[in-house]
């Protein structure tokens, strides 16, 4: 536990990875992030009633408000495992406990994979030794990988900031790719930083940038039972930790604002099967929750996504979308633009097809929707639906 | 005026289609129903806020329960077509209304179609003469030929039932394929009978009949712009009115109801790129409304049905898919069967992957959901969602 972390992240994380064969052999699929001091930690989880194992182990101790590490693994959720599920979790962090010498408490369990199959628990606990013991010997890119599913590619976003005259560090790390839905769109996500933040603070900061990041994301519209958010701030750094009053909370919040944004848009770019990515931006509402509500309705249709992969600008599938949203508009006074081109002025044809056409061609797709009811906005990210997605989602277990 | 309906149909409707080139020449894309007498008439309209021009008129209409006429066309929705979409629709009224020589206020206009586009009226008013003289010389079959648009057959049911000492007949038609998801799951469908209903009687029934058929499916979870289920009973059959009183009532009901799930199965089976019909029953709710909601949720599942499609037993989806449908459960209490297979035994794994992914190759799919919480239960009919749905969905317009 003496190494210092060498890369260019925040002072006092270290990391492992280890190969449990826990879907199949040959990858590393099982990781440790492990702070060096106790931390302050913070966390978001998934709304679905159906709640994995880890996630309610999670839930229930990080009302503590403190951890050292987070071990998790990719290849099985160990969701819909009954008290099974809750005992396997358990025992891995109980052996991790005894070979870290880190009190149980302190150690967090997540999984992402296949729902419904118990763990492998005699592939995974002869896996951990190995896993404790090369702590340090990897990195956080190392950890992304690691908790990959459908993932084409690791996910890190790393933001440097100032907070009174010492120059902190926040990394992220996030798996996404498919059953991503508000809220919490994302499946896992790791935020690690060296800033000292008060733990109300933490939790309160953690909230915002979620709220308008991971559950401003969309892809299929199905909800995980794994979703997971965890920040850890163990304050290496040595500030004056940030509170509510803190002169740099606005800047702390932004930077963590951006991070998670940039993090939550790699989750979409990476959508299963997807070919682009699409930001839905509605305005002139009455309030947020208006905007929101009629982005997702938009980002969500299946027949607009499919719109956008195959360059069509059939605006019409956006004004249904709009229509059954349940937000109360005005046809005749929306407009849409599909990037620069308006498509749609007061609810009908502004002759613009063949130049919205060509717009599409676009991997970076804009829809903009303007309402004209007041001054509220949102914004949510999706990406197209192609044959692609069907076919990983067709063949995911076999 | 003078021909009768030489098919098994109900007594005193006559039809008529023509081809106006809307979308594109070649085809017959525009159809009457005519009643030889006024009939009582009654319908359900899309729930989307935004609605077509001819779907607002109809409403309208309707409050008077009088009708004779429907004229429908295929390849342009008269949606998002603001007042000029008004004015269109009612100008085709108009010239049918003096050329069949029957009042404006009985003619009901519907379309179907791209949304967006202004109707082409200088291709559809010179085709109207040929429509109107031909009355007679087309069937049912032709209408529901018509009508289609990814259609890839027309979809009629047709009853016979006893009132009194008389047999009558009921026939319905409609169109369906994509954009279909609660309320009101089909874009149009019309229903005929010979059978004399009291108007207050046939707005219940076709209400009833609607929401446990047109309302329970789902293909792509969008709801369009111009559902429309028009119901029109001439009486020609010549028995006492049925009313919400007569002894005959409830096999009416029944009558109707059974025709009402058979056209919107066929809509379903008829769905974009469907390989297979999927039956989503949930019981052991403690109300109907409880059942209704988590089996919505399971059918619109992307992740589900993407699984059917690939005959992979992933329950773990369907799990999920209820947890986060907003319906209050016990996971504990679970179990889910694929046609008869149980893969979920209160909650957990119950080991039958391998014959739940043998029964998965079957055309038609029942997935059971008993969560044990009540005696309630309810029926949601969907399809797979394949590779071909991404195909047509993006170069619909293309």
Redesign the interface.
Known sequence: MSKLTKSKGPKGFLFSTAGAAIKKPGRKDIALIISEADANIAGTFT?????AAPVKICMNKIKSGKGRVIVVNSGN?N????AQGTKDANEIISHISKQLKISAALIYPCSTG?????MPMERILPSLPALTKNVGNFSLEDVAGAIMTTDTFPKIVIKKIKVGNVTGTISGICKGA??I?PNMATMLCYILTDIAVEQKTLNKVLKNAVNKSFNRITI??????NDTVLMMANGLLGNTPVTAKSESLPAFQKALDDLAYGLAKLVVKDGEGATKLVEVYVKGTRNERDAARAALSIA????VK??I??N?A????I??????SGV??R??KTDIYFNNIKV?K????NNKDREATEALKAKNIKITVNLHAGTASSKVLTCD???E???I??????
Do not use: H, Q
């Open positions: 709304t679905n009633t159906v709640k959720a969701a819909c495992t009954g296949v729902i419904g199959t118990p498919g059953m839905a299929d519209g199905d909800m995980s039972t969500n249709s299946s027949l499919t719109a992969y195959g069509d059939n605006w019409g599938r004004m249904a979308a709009l229509g059954y109360a508009f046809e005749e749609v007061g609810g009908l044809a639906l192609t044959e997605y069907i076919r989602n067709a063949e995911y277990r076999t």
